[in-house]
């Protein structure tokens, strides 16, 4: 499977700012799709992720960002409101436990990520 992002860009600190990620390719299921972000100097870390309608996310990003899924369409996006300088990062997306048939082999695919800069 082939994932690709986009959505990034730079943003004034309280900007809001809109991810997407389609996943493309023979997939007969995803079982999760999430967001991580890296920052220069330091680990990736998630950022949230989506599972059977269920959410996750970081602690930073809590009622600030929205993570939403089109299973049809195998997209997730990430709305990010409010943004803060500490959001700047390259944001990844993951598709987790793809299968391309329904008893075949799970694997995991990233992106190649796109750049989010919030400053002013």
């Known amino acids: 499977a082939q994932v690709v992002e986009s959505g990034g860009d730079l943003v004034q600190p309280g900007g809001s700012l809109r991810l997407s990620c389609a996943v493309s390719?023979?997939?007969?299921?995803?079982?999760?799709m999430g967001w991580y972000r890296q920052a220069p100097g330091k680990h990736r870390e998630l950022v949230a992720k989506i599972s059977n309608g269920t959410t996750n996310y970081a602690d930073s990003v809590k009622g600030r960002f929205t993570i939403s899924r089109d299973n049809a369409e195998n997209a997730v996006f990430l709305q990010m409101n409010s943004l803060k300088p500490e959001d700047t990062a390259i944001y990844y997306c993951n598709a987790d436990q793809i299968r391309m048939t329904p008893l075949g082999p799970e694997y995991d695919a990233w992106g190649q990520g796109t750049q989010v800069t919030v400053s002013s």
């Open positions: 390719g023979t997939i007969f299921s995803i079982h999760a």
